[in-house]
């Protein structure tokens, strides 16, 4: 009689587990909206509590928002802490938060190396400010970096082919400025499905 009733518990308790691994997926995702719900409130005491409840859980998104708050309120530690952790799961704007911290020397020492890895990491995942920071550290030589138009340039050519105004900005600057083969016919173009 035994094995006929877990038998006939076998499909419940296959769709009670399926439950269970579903609703702590969905979890931290929810306390990362209702986190985000709560810091466009102004409710930073809400908002930080769930975030981090999330952030604990290995959202992201929650990770990157909650090491924004703490990066403004200078708890550079913490921000560090929680950027590198959405870095590494891959997330383009924990990436960029990582880099931005390693290029100001907060939470850590400045490390330009580490910085520019994590900024074309972030570029590479679609972060756009990130391209725009490198094409103008390959501009100016910062960074560390030696001047190099060509590496600048490319990096405006990925930016202004993702429409990303400032990138089509510089790059059409520079094509004004007789930049050498900037891409002009391409920034013209860049430039009208933009509608400036």
Known sequence: ???KTTRALAPWLGL???????????EPQEDYRRGLNA??????ITAMRLLRKSANEGNSSAQVLLAYILDK??????????YTAAAEQGDPEGQFGLAEMYAAGEG???DNEKAIFWYKRAAEGGQMRATLVLALA????????????ASAIDWLKRGAAQGYAPAVSVLT????????????????????????
Not at 16 to 26: H, K, P, T
Not at 175 to 188: H, I, L, P, R, V
Request: net charge negative; proline share 1%.
């Open 1 to 3: 009689m035994r094995v």
């Open 16 to 26: 009670a587990a399926f439950a269970v691994v579903f609703g702590a997926q969905a």
């Open 39 to 44: 810091y466009q409130e102004e409710d930073l």
């Open 73 to 82: 309120a200078e708890d550079n530690a913490q921000a560090l802490a929680l």
């Open 108 to 110: 850590t020492d400045r």
């Open 138 to 149: 390959y501009l100016e030589g910062g960074l560390g970096l030696q001047p190099d138009r």
């Open 173 to 196: 600057r520079l094509n004004e400025q007789g930049a050498g083969s900037a891409g002009g016919d391409e920034t013209q173009k860049q430039k009208q499905q933009l509608g400036q």
